[in-house]
């Protein structure tokens, strides 16, 4: 049997303050770690915990992989690691580039994403000081592409997809800018005009239908709906539409320390959670339970509405705000999928069911801090707003006559046509679109930094 470990540091922000020591363990197919504040981080003033369930003290979580889907990473630190697409990009690179054979662990998946791209604002680097952070390039590059390289970048994608020969040269750079990314379709970050960071979600060879231009509308659709969304816009790549979505954990001067809704749940998988759940840990956690629990049951009647098919819990996130306290994310990865059987990826609550239903979202509006009157009010405005905007921005996205009876009834439904029925006789009710953090807090450079 096989046995290796490791340790390494774990940092956070662009000034990388030290938070605390990772080991690692492998025994055969069985993986380990704990974690351990550093005393620096406990006595730093501005110090916060990574995850609610690892309050700040001085002793050691361990961790271990139950099963094909547990991590054996803490949750904040499995949140940082890649998913699908992301991992194949890595086992290919270490296999080709590397000559690697031996197992993959996650902590090799850990180590393998890129620093400057990687989720939130934990970083890794070797038990040294002077090492730099993993994975990175020297005195503070990075490889991450302007925009303009959209072409060159789908084209080596499409050869991925393809199994076509591709140089070395072009898979490691696809593994530094596209593993840092969850999901499973091809992605990868591009640096915008103005030197933001986005997210290129390019349309994949294997597609049958324009997900990207329907996802871009459906976010755009949010916004108008009043909900918290990413800036998103529509582009292309060799002629095939690219999603581009600004990464909503950065702003010009730092990094913004991200969880998701299954790290926040402690959940083993992404399946295991619900809604009302989620409402429970906002009350404790959130810096403003009332907005993010409303936020919360008007993603839910979205979600609905739009017939999203991917609201799961690591599509759900929080980002911290200040004063050991979280608050929503804005709502990504939000994909309308018309099937004959709604089902909801996250159930509304734990005895609900996974049935994507409003009037079972309405019978739990209590649960929501909210009257049924006013439940019904919201869902109703937010109908009448998708209904008559999605064509609109349908044709603004170039989808053709083929896309739109493709996407039809994930816009023009049973439960759609039940929000429409409603009509509040009183006034209608579209909450003002939630503010973004608010940047004296969330700031990683200024929330980890221990000087006054």
């Given at each position: ?163 076509n020969p591709i140089t070395a040269a072009a898979l490691r750079r696809l593994r530094q800018i596209g593993s840092p990314l969850g999901g499973a379709r091809p ?266």
């Amino acid at each position: 049997m096989e046995n290796s470990q490791c340790t390494l540091r774990i940092c956070i922000g662009a000034a990388g303050a030290d938070v605390g020591i990772l080991r690692f363990e492998f025994q055969g197919t069985r993986q380990f770690s704990s974690f351990q504040y550093s005393s620096d981080w406990l006595e730093n003033p501005r110090r916060f915990a990574i995850s609610p369930s690892m309050p700040l003290n001085p002793n050691p979580y361990f961790n271990r992989g139950d099963g094909a889907r547990a991590s054996p990473l803490p949750s904040a630190l499995a949140d940082t690691t890649p998913d699908s697409w992301g991992r194949n990009i890595i086992r290919k690179d270490m296999k080709e580039n590397g000559g690697i054979t031996a197992p993959i662990t996650e902590v090799d998946y850990l180590t393998a994403v890129d620093d400057f791209s990687r989720l939130g604002a934990l970083r890794v680097k070797t038990d040294t000081d002077q090492s730099p952070f993993l994975s990175s390039n020297p005195v503070g590059r990075h490889e991450i592409p302007p925009i303009m390289e959209l072409d060159d970048l789908g084209r080596s994608i499409a050869d991925i997809e393809r199994r076509n020969p591709i140089t070395a040269a072009a898979l490691r750079r696809l593994r530094q800018i596209g593993s840092p990314l969850g999901g499973a379709r091809p992605k990868c970050s591009v640096i915008d005009t103005d030197g933001s960071l986005l997210v290129a979600k390019f349309t994949s060879r294997l597609d049958q239908d324009n997900v990207e231009a329907a996802e871009v509308l459906t976010l755009q659709l949010a916004e108008r709906c009043g909900l918290l969304v990413p800036e998103a816009r529509l582009d292309f790549s060799d002629g095939l539409p690219v999603a581009l979505i600004k990464r909503f954990d950065r702003t010009p001067t730092g990094r913004i320390p991200y969880i998701s809704a299954q790290t926040m749940l402690e959940t083993p998988d992404a399946t295991s959670g619900s809604y009302t759940r989620i409402a429970d840990l906002l009350r404790s956690h959130s810096s403003d339970p009332r907005r993010d629990i409303t936020e919360l049951f008007r993603r839910i009647a979205f979600t609905i509405l739009v017939s999203n098919a991917d609201d799961h819990l690591k599509n759900h996130g929080f980002l911290y705000d200040g004063d050991g306290k979280w608050r929503l994310a804005p709502m990504f990865d939000v994909n309308p999928s018309p099937e004959r059987h709604r089902e909801l990826k996250t159930p509304i609550s734990d005895i609900s069911g996974a049935a994507a239903s409003l009037e079972t979202l309405i019978e739990h509006a209590i649960f929501f801090d909210l009257h049924q009157d006013d439940a019904v009010s919201i869902i109703n405005s937010m109908a009448s707003i998708i209904s008559s905007n999605w064509l609109i921005l349908a044709e603004q996205f170039r989808m053709d006559h083929q896309d739109i009876q493709t996407f039809h009834d994930a816009f023009d439904h049973d439960d759609m046509r039940l929000a429409l029925s409603w009509r509040d006789t009183t006034k209608s009710v579209v909450p003002a679109k939630s503010e973004e953090p608010d940047s004296k807090n969330v700031e990683i450079e200024k929330a980890s930094d221990p000087s006054p």
